[in-house]
């Protein structure tokens, strides 16, 4: 598949990966993929397996819906609940549990909860039903951002009325900011978030290099984009050097995209501060609507509980969030918290750190356990010849 | 003959002639299923002549009786239930009246026995055009023949609006057991070798796509079909080289091949560049951040097979139709047992799991 397969040659990764091997050796690293997009594609592909032991990933905060808080998750319920409201939502939303059951409950109780690829679709829905409210449960980071802000510009320029958004719109700069202040963490580089800098560009996180001393290497999603941000990263603290290098050029521009930033700029604003599942409350952290756009703003035209819910206690969403741990360390991974009984966020979406891992990391467990052989199918002449 | 000579008998005979008449001719004329179709009376009888009887036309269902009466041979029988609720009712490459009768005929087969029997249930909801009954009709009954397979009885409701999505379908089937060794999925031993019929994912995806308003342009069909040749074929060329058989729909592969790894406490392992699947299907998984192993598939087979009898079971699921594109893509191992995993394109690896809950896609 064109644009696809050439990102995944398997020789040049392995290729790649030898000469990571040779730089490091006696030297380990850890380093930390800030998006959960990076941690999906690194279990996806296995890795892990193919990286030298010197390497240790980290899974950071990146996956938007694992950093929503469960008072948010009640909250966006409520709205769901409410009279005459389509609630529209990310298919990653439906599962995440709030203090009471999640968006799926709500639905299964009577709720009009329906999910949606695009924040326009939910527009869509409000002009083919004016008489409903049609709510839009917006999450992610600077990548799904714009798309909302464009979903406000158009519902402001048609005047479509019966529309509104439930911002829950985050930034990435603070919350690795917080990680960086974070005393128990220790880290040697980041592998930064492509489609993030696609739109914010790479200037934000000069400071990560000029006052942490941190490499960055901006990367993409494919298995090459990931092996090569590494090697990246490995050569910079090598040679002694920390700067902000863009591996993902193919789409990341240095100043990012002003079009974006600008339709952002136009429809909403920073919240002075803003919580995090597991990383508590951060200032600057998050985006909420501007007082032009009161009118499509859910939060202001329904009433929310807007109650804090203390993280379970069990839950080590932000050890794991801030890398201090890794998921299967967490006490509760596994046992009680798994893909199907989520308890904490980072198990709930694919891009969590405790589902990927879940999902496809448990082999190198059981195999380190079992000293099992790696998977090699010999079976007859088929294989050559398929 | 004048009016006035007209005797009572003659008039008797005249209503006689007309009322059976009318018996062989059953004029529908409404334009949609109302609530009376279901009633039992008139209505539901002239919907049942006038669109099931033609269409499915066999002796045992024409005598109308309560149940079909047949005959079966020495042996034993395999019995297996399903019900239908896709929507759209039409797809590419199919509708819910094609699949109803290939998904009972796959889970008959997949049991090692030949399909001799359906019966179908119809849950209509009222306001229903006749004409898309009928097309469900027509396509139920072109692939039951297609299949070598007769409908024998059947039933119909109408609820109000609402209460169901145009059509819900049921389908029972009965069939003559081929196999008469132990053949399911608790019987994977370590040793086997996994085959799989043909590219995975393009039922799922063709129905996703045509669901969803997603705007893909993307020429994938269903692959639904009847796997009972391909299966019998299977049978008869690796014998009891065969262990289990699966057709794996929902939950795609990758819930399949878990199931049996539980069933028969054994771990699985696959070579994810032997598994086959088509550009349209993968490109449109990558769009949507699905993964293929857990799409649903309507006319695939896994079967696992002993080592012994892998280049039988091979060249004869190559040599069907539905089996032109078989490859090895995997084997059983004994440890970790109840673990499915997968080697990746880079040689790493990684567990497979279940398909928990719905493939919902991932927002970035």
Known sequence: MRFVDEYRDPQMAQTLAVEIARLTEGRPLKLMEVCGGHTHTIYKHGIEDLLPRTIDLVHGPGCPVCVLPMGRVDDAIAIARSEGVIFTTFGDMMRVPGSRGSLLDAKAQGADVRFIYSPLDALKIARQNPDREVVFFAIGFETTAPSTAVTLLRAQAEGIKNFSVFCNHVTIIPAIKAILDSPDLRLDGFIGPGHVSMVIGMRPYTFIARDHRKPVVIAGFELLDIIQAVLMIVRQVIEGRAEVENQYSRVVRPEGNRKALEAMARTMELRPFFEWRGLGFITHSALKLRPEFAAWDAELRFSVPGIRVADPKACQCGEVLKGVIKPWECKVFGTACTPETPIGTCMVSPEGACAAYYNYGRYSMAAERANLPAIGLQTPADRTAS | ?364
């Open chain 2, 1 to 364: 003959m004048s009016k006035d000579q007209l005797r009572p008998s003659d008039v008797l005979e005249k209503i006689e002639r007309v009322r059976q008449a009318r018996r062989r001719k059953f004029y529908l004329r409404e334009e949609y299923i109302t609530l009376s179709h279901g009633s039992g009376g008139k209505a539901t009888h002239n919907l049942i002549e006038g669109v099931f009887a033609e269409a499915f036309a066999n002796p045992l269902l024409d005598r109308m009786d309560d149940a079909a009466v047949f005959a079966i041979e020495a042996g034993r029988m395999a019995l297996t239930t399903d019900g239908y609720v896709v929507s759209p009712l039409f797809f590419p490459g199919g509708d819910i009246g094609k699949l109803a009768v290939h998904g009972t005929i796959n889970d008959l087969a997949v049991a090692g026995a030949q399909p001799c029997y359906l019966s179908a249930g119809f849950l209509l909801e009222e306001g229903l055009p006749i004409v898309t009954l009928r097309r469900v009709v027509e396509s139920m009954a072109a692939a039951a023949a297609a299949a070598g397979v007769t409908i024998i009885a059947g039933d119909t409701k109408v609820v109000e609006r609402g209460k169901v999505d145009q059509i819900y379908l049921t389908t029972t089937g009965v069939g003559r057991l081929l196999a008469d060794w132990p053949l399911g999925q608790s019987h994977a031993q370590p040793g086997d070798i996994v085959l799989l019929s043909g590219p995975i994912g393009d039922h799922g995806i063709a129905v996703m796509l045509a669901r969803e308003a997603l705007d893909i342009e993307c020429d994938v069909q269903s692959d639904t079909a009847p796997l009972h040749g391909l299966i019998a074929a299977l049978l008869e060329a690796a014998g009891t080289g065969v262990h289990c058989l699966k057709d794996p729909t929902r939950g795609g592969v990758a819930t399949s091949l878990n199931e049996i790894a539980l069933s028969s406490e054994v771990s699985i392992a696959l070579d994810e560049s032997a598994i086959p699947v088509r550009q349209d299907v993968r490109g449109a998984c990558e769009i949507l951040g699905l993964d293929p192993l857990t799409i649903a598939n309507e006319g695939r087979l896994l079967a696992i097979v002993a080592r012994e009898s892998v280049e039988n079971a091979l060249a004869a699921m190559r040599a069907h139709p539905l089996g032109r594109e078989a490859a090895v893509i995997g084997e059983v191992r004994g440890t970790p047992a109840g673990m499915v995993f997968l080697r990746t394109d880079i040689g790493g690896t990684r567990v497979l799991d279940m398909l928990v809950g719905d493939p919902l896609p991932r927002i970035c």
